[in-house]
């Protein structure tokens, strides 16, 4: 008995925490624009988010396609087909690899970060200091982190897959000797505008969603003591990896299944 | 009397935990008025309540011509442009220098230009002694120049109201010092209506027209200093006093010493 009553409470208790995510994603978003004093506000945390995130992405593109390029090669080479590396390489990384990964280092770089921040802007009543000179927190702290996240992570998703392309090409190419032509050429007749580049940027644009979404709610809830904001920048992490994961098989399904 | 902060049978609840029933407090305008009790009888509570950060199971709550229990959020943040708060740990923004931190609620919410919102920040550092500490970040500051500037930033709108959140813990005798002086002469000059939440007796008596004394959660004293001091209660005369034990008992509740001692067992 006591089993399905901590089942109901943990679920309730779920509902409730996506309830007042949504409603506070709502009233951070939803009101009368003021471009005049947003715009600054969104640069900053752009610069924030995005470009300080862009040297953990570069590098790990680079190596993640370096290594497709050197599994890629030691299997394909077995069947003759080392000229399909190119198109291989290319869409593991535009279609999985580059939103996904770049949505976990993205978690774990800017995500806990935001978390992090906003905490301790609630723990020094920075937040309830925005408030009481009525400026609402949710506009001026959330918005402006939130639409960052949103532009940033599909631009940092296409610069992961293209020094991915990159690394693999270094790896096939010039190291093991897959014909320069053959790997551009194929890579080219085979990736497709829509199916895989687009598709690839409507899964960023989902986990950017999710990701900032959730590292912004669980800062602006985090209890505002240390073990409150540590609780609260390990769980961004968790959940928003678990969260790309899954959403990534649904996405997949619905794109490519 | 005119008042321009009126508390009426407040009851409120956090979580569980009753925090106030029945509370009842009048905020004379134009005057400073003391909050005091002991630690967790939530004094910072009323301040929340007053500025609707949180809101109340019953009673009302008046600022103005406002009932603040009754606001949207919209409306609440204009009644929150005609009031301003000083918090206890300053709350200052940790990536604006001090005179960008004063300079913030005028850009927000006025369209003065550049050069009369420099000049309304440098009259408000000057009137808290801060105009040569201008270009400091939050984190330069000491503990009193950052309770200081963000009183600056607190008056720089010139709200009517303004709430001090134990602006005194952790002061030392000098800047205490300094801060009494400017929570008294603002209030006088600038025509403020002041709440200040404390529990550093002295200093506070020394400066308020009005106290209200919060306990076992309601309230057990309201008048001027020299009437509570001659008519209040026990709990009263105790708080003021600082009498170890008295109606507040100095041990926590618990079973009979003896009993205790010759049960024996471990702990608990």
């Known amino acids: ?257 | 009397m005119d008042n321009l902060v009126e508390v009426k049978d407040i009851y409120f609840k956090r979580g569980e935990t009753l925090i106030y029933e029945d509370v009842s407090v009048q905020v004379p305008r134009g005057k400073v008025t003391a909050i005091m009790g002991p630690s967790g009888c939530g004094k910072t509570t009323l301040l929340r309540l007053i500025g609707g950060q949180l809101k109340p199971q019953r009673g009302s709550i008046r600022f103005a011509d406002y009932e603040i229990t009754e606001l949207g959020r919209s409306q609440l943040f204009e009644a929150r442009k005609r009031m301003s708060m000083l918090f206890q740990s300053g709350a200052l923004f940790s990536d604006l220098t001090v005179f960008e931190n004063v300079a913030f609620p005028l850009r927000e919410h006025t369209d003065l230009p550049a050069n009369i919102i420099a000049t309304v920040v440098k009259m408000k550092l000057e009137a808290v002694g801060l105009r040569g500490a201008g270009s400091l970040f939050p984190q330069e500051l000491s503990g009193g120049m950052a309770r200081r500037a963000a009183l600056a930033r607190s008056i720089a709108l010139d709200p009517e109201l303004i709430m001090y959140d134990e602006p005194f813990a952790g002061q030392d005798p000098i800047s205490m010092g300094m801060l009494v002086k400017l929570i008294r002469s603002l209030n006088s000059t600038l025509g403020l209506t002041s709440i200040v939440v404390s529990h550093d007796i002295h200093e506070v008596m020394s400066i308020a027209d009005h106290v209200v004394i919060l306990a076992n959660k309601t309230v057990v004293g309201q008048g001027s200093p020299e009437e509570l001091k001659r008519t209040g209660n026990d709990l009263v005369q105790q708080f003021l006093n600082g009498e170890p034990d008295g109606p507040v008992p100095f041990h926590y509740a618990a079973s009979k010493y003896e009993n205790d001692l010759l049960a024996g067992g471990h702990g608990k």
Request: no cysteine; charged share 10%; aromatic share 10%.
């Open chain 1, 1 to 257: 008995m006591k089993f399905f009553i901590n089942i109901g409470h943990n679920a309730l208790n779920t509902l409730r925490g996506i309830g007042a995510a949504s409603i506070m994603l709502f009233q951070a978003l939803v009101g009368k624009p003021q471009p005049r004093k947003m715009f600054p506000l969104l640069i900053r945390q752009l610069y924030v988010v995005g470009v300080q995130s862009m040297l953990i992405i570069l590098i790990s593109g680079l190596f993640i396609g370096m290594v497709l390029g050197l599994q890629g090669y030691t299997i394909l080479v077995d069947f003759g087909a080392e000229q399909a590396l190119g198109p291989m390489v290319a869409l593991s990384l535009l279609r999985e690899l580059g939103p996904v990964v770049t949505a976990l280092l993205f978690a774990g770089r800017a995500g806990s970060a935001l978390t992090a921040e906003i905490g301790l802007m609630r723990a020094t009543e920075q937040l309830s200091s925005l408030e009481m000179m009525a400026v609402d927190p949710l506009r001026r702290v959330v918005a402006p982190r939130f639409w960052a996240g949103f532009i940033s992570m599909p631009l940092l998703a296409l610069m992961f897959s293209a020094i991915g392309i990159y690394g693999g090409f270094l790896v096939g190419v010039e190291w093991l000797g897959v014909d320069d032509g053959a790997f551009w050429s194929v890579m080219q007749a085979s990736v497709e505008w829509k199916n895989d580049i687009f598709n690839g940027v409507i899964k960023s644009l989902v986990f950017a969603i999710v990701v900032t979404w959730i590292a912004l709610y669980k800062g602006y809830t985090a209890a505002p003591t240390s073990p409150g904001i540590s609780a609260a920048t390990t769980q961004t992490v968790v959940y928003s990896s678990l969260a790309v994961l899954g959403l990534d098989f649904i996405l997949t399904a619905v794109m490519f299944g």
